[in-house]
Nanobody, 122 residues
Framework: QVALVESGGGLVQAGGSLRLSCAAS????????IGWFRQAPGKEREFVAT????????LYSDSVKGRFTISRDNTQNTVSLQMNSLKPEDTAVYYC???????????????WGQGTQVTVSS
């Protein structure tokens, strides 16, 4: 089992940037695929990005490709999501999650953080 804690959310104007972090205390962190998902009010949770154990495999949703970059540092037990050129439609609670496969489907991820709010004003 792994406990995940997100940080870095906040309020930013459209066109701005934020960097989210997902941290774990467990030394088994490097065994997991780590993904980012988001959920806006009244909408279903949606996939954002994911990265394999060694960082060699990544997937992005079409809506963030080219604007967001996922990275990980297994020595620090962290995964980051650099978000550039933010749009109001990026407003959501962002969650990181740990799983075994580099996939877009949320049910494949077994452990979830509590989420961090990102608000993009127009």
């Amino acid at each position: 089992q792994v406990a995940l804690v997100e940080s870095g959310g906040g309020l930013v104007q459209a066109g701005g940037s934020l960097r989210l972090s997902c941290a774990a205390s467990e030394r088994t962190f490097s065994r997991y695929v780590i993904g980012w998902f988001r959920q806006a009010p009244g909408k279903e949770r949606e996939f954002v990005a994911t990265m394999g154990r060694s960082g060699g495999s990544t997937l992005y949703s079409d809506s963030v490709k080219g604007r967001f970059t996922i990275s990980r540092d297994n020595t620090q037990n962290t995964v980051s999501l650099q978000m550039n050129s933010l749009k109001p439609e990026d407003t959501a609670v962002y969650y990181c999650a740990a799983g075994d496969y580099v996939v877009r489907t949320s049910y494949e991820y077994n452990y979830w953080g509590q989420g961090t709010q990102v608000t993009v004003s127009s």
